[in-house]
């Protein structure tokens, strides 16, 4: 397929408009924003600027919206919606789109994190805060503020290490842990 352009040129070059991408892509349906030049030599352009790109249907992500630079998210201030209906206000990896640095993720629930990421996890300093309001403060990727009533809590997003590390914690708190 294809990959059809709509907007304005600059010395022929793409300046800003709208990117439809063929309906096999394996990643994206279009993009619109900035473009600029590609400086390696090689033809076309690369998104550049405020931008706003659709993801296919087999992706987990759905839009993306914030600064592009050389073709790749860029900045702190991206704007990532899942499919699931959760929503990432941050930054990312330039291209898994991995949640990474500082950024807050609301989830469809209603709960929300708002603090640093590593891979996509919890990491470094942050807090979450549930729908019913129980906030809890993360170091590291551990929950460092666990209730007696709750001290062994796995969720999807610690790593054997975070559990080990967890354990540690735990073990200290005279906890049960794992």
Partial sequence: G?????G????????HGLM????????Y???????QPRRDGKPGALWSGRGHLKFCASSAEDELQGEFKSGKPYGEHLELRYKNGDLYNGTLEDKSLTRSGYGKMTYKSGRK????W????????????????????????????????????LTASVTAIQT???STVLKDMNCNGP
């Fill in 2 to 6: 294809v990959i059809r352009f709509e």
């Fill in 118 to 153: 590593s891979n996509g996890h919890f990491n470094g300093q942050g807090e979450e805060i549930d729908v019913d309001g129980t906030r809890r403060n993360w170091h590291g990727g551990i929950m460092a503020n666990c209730p007696a009533s709750m001290c062994f809590v």
């Fill in 8 to 15: 304005t040129f600059d010395r022929g070059h793409r300046k």
């Fill in 113 to 116: 994190y708002t603090g640093y």
């Fill in 164 to 166: 080990l590390k967890m």
């Fill in 20 to 27: 439809i991408f063929p309906p096999n892509h394996p990643r």
């Fill in 29 to 35: 349906q279009w993009y619109s924003g900035g473009f």
